[in-house]
């Protein structure tokens, strides 16, 4: 399987902002949900935003009011705005989609199948 491709990490001062990307043209025509993730070293990969295939989002309380999960059809992406970033937000982020389309909060709690597909991660630092 081919991996997805997020750009967008890189290093901020806290308070600051980040959009990641996910392209996912290889999907174009098909429905799907998606949805960020994020690790760090020693610690299970958690769900940070889900949108599914119905247009319901649904996110991690510790980002709520912070961080918006949207998609461009026309450019073949999905994004992660990220704003007010803290310190603890620091962690590689993964992109991901559901090619069966589940429920955004069936997806933030995190699958592990052959529907689902995933990027190489991308990493995000925030600086105190």
């Known amino acids: 399987q081919i991996p997805l491709v997020e750009s967008g990490g890189g290093s901020v001062q806290a308070g600051g902002s980040l959009k990641l990307a996910c392209g996912v043209s290889?999907?174009?025509?098909?429905?799907?949900?998606m949805g960020w993730f994020r690790q760090t070293p020693g610690k299970e990969r958690e769900g940070v935003a889900a949108?599914?295939?119905?247009?319901?989002?649904t996110y991690a309380e510790s980002v709520k009011g912070r961080f918006t999960i949207s998609k461009d059809n026309d450019k073949d992406e999905f994004y992660l705005q990220m704003n007010g970033l803290k310190p603890e937000d620091t962690a590689t982020y993964y992109c991901?989609?559901?090619?069966?389309?589940?429920?955004?909060?069936?997806?933030?709690?995190?699958?592990?199948?052959?529907?689902?597909?995933w990027g190489r991660g991308t990493q995000v630092t925030v600086l105190s």
């Open positions: 991901a989609l559901d090619l069966l389309g589940r429920y955004a909060r069936l997806l933030l709690a995190g699958i592990e199948d052959s529907h689902m597909r």
């Open positions: 290889r999907y174009r025509g098909r429905d799907y949900s």
């Open positions: 949108l599914d295939m119905y247009g319901t989002t």
